[in-house]
């Protein structure tokens, strides 16, 4: 193995110097991306790859979401760093959920939206997923419902109610994405949401909020006032709208 030039190893130490004082966020995109290429080229120069990726891509965030085999197509990209890349996310939202469940309150809506966008991030199509929280508003549990398409997906109360009793609290906070439109409700959303506030009141667990989320932006139907009450003493049902 050719032995790393004085130019390129004088490089990646200013690069790791720079990381190291001001953080990942002082660098371009391109550079960003050649840093985190050191994990798997530890000898190579990683500049060329970055922009090569990045033309590729087009942007940082779509170089982590290409799939492995669209990586490898990228000459100079191997198993390890393809397989690498491809896990950024994933371990991002992995590291998100452990730093956050049974540790911070989500205090306001928009602390939990912070936190269910970080786990939605890079997703295409519509997911659903169930948040159960705790007495004091701490993330006790994540639940992946369902998996759609680019612009629906099915809200089947069956499953909300299992993943609300596995979760084993009587809060809960339901969210899914809209990757490709607004964060608005549908008609159809909204009826799904009366019909999981019924279930759910039935086995005495309470639906905080329903959230729906685009990549900026969010739609909590608690604050818009179209979110339903189910009293647990009658067995009513209370709609605000």
């Not at 500049?47 to 290409?66: M, P, T």
């Not at 959230?211 to 969010?218: P, V």
Request: charged residues 25%.
């Amino acid at each position: 193995m050719a032995k790393e030039s004085s130019q390129h190893k004088g490089h990646r130490q200013r690069m790791r110097a720079r990381v190291e004082q001001y953080g990942l966020e002082s660098l371009e995109p391109h550079e960003a991306l050649e840093y985190v290429l050191y994990i798997t080229n530890t000898r190579k120069d990683t500049n060329g790859l970055a922009h090569a990726l990045i033309n590729r891509f087009g942007d940082f965030a779509g170089v982590l979401d290409a799939s492995e085999e669209d990586l490898l197509t990228v000459e100079g990209v191997g198993p390890s760093t393809a397989r690498m890349l491809h896990l950024l996310p994933q371990v991002g939202r992995y590291y998100t959920q452990c730093a956050v469940n049974g540790k911070k309150c989500m205090k306001t809506t928009d602390q939990l939206v912070e936190y269910l966008m970080a786990q939605f991030a890079g997703t295409v199509q519509e997911r659903a997923l169930l948040a159960a929280l705790d007495g004091r508003s701490r993330i006790k549990g994540l639940f992946w419902l369902r998996d759609g398409t680019s612009d629906r997906v099915s809200l089947e109360i069956k499953d909300v109610v299992a993943a609300a009793l596995k979760g084993g609290t009587d809060s809960v906070v339901l969210c899914h994405n809209h990757p490709n439109g607004v964060a608005l409700p549908s008609r159809e959303d909204l009826m799904a949401t009366e019909n999981i506030v019924r279930a759910l009141g039935l086995v005495k667990v309470h639906l905080r909020d329903h959230i729906i989320l685009t990549e900026s932006e969010y739609f909590s139907m608690r604050e818009a006032n179209r979110l339903p009450f189910y009293d647990f003493q009658t067995g009513e049902m209370l709609r605000p709208y």
